[in-house]
């Protein structure tokens, strides 16, 4: 089955008040992964009702490539413990109305 590029949103809240993510979060969640589907992460620190971090991944299917964010999440966490101050919500791929 051939790959295909999918966004997945990681919704995150902060354990804390107060607690935000910084600039520079994107580029260290994408630095501390090893895996080769990863296309380009992103991450919006004022989406509302709260923080969400989006990866371009490449998987077979939208379930893999949303287990594979996950995965992804997971490994920054324990390469960057700073960013242990944040639950996951739940990681999806968002869905766009037609119009």
Known sequence: M?????????????????????????????????????????VHPLARPHPVVGLYIRETTLDQAERSALQVWQHAVTAEPWLDHWDVICADAPLIPFF
């Open 2 to 42: 051939a790959k295909m590029t999918y966004l997945v949103h990681i919704h995150l809240m902060p354990r804390g008040p107060g607690t935000s993510l910084p600039p520079h979060s994107a580029s260290v969640i994408a630095g501390s992964t090893t895996h080769s589907g990863v296309v380009h992460v992103v």
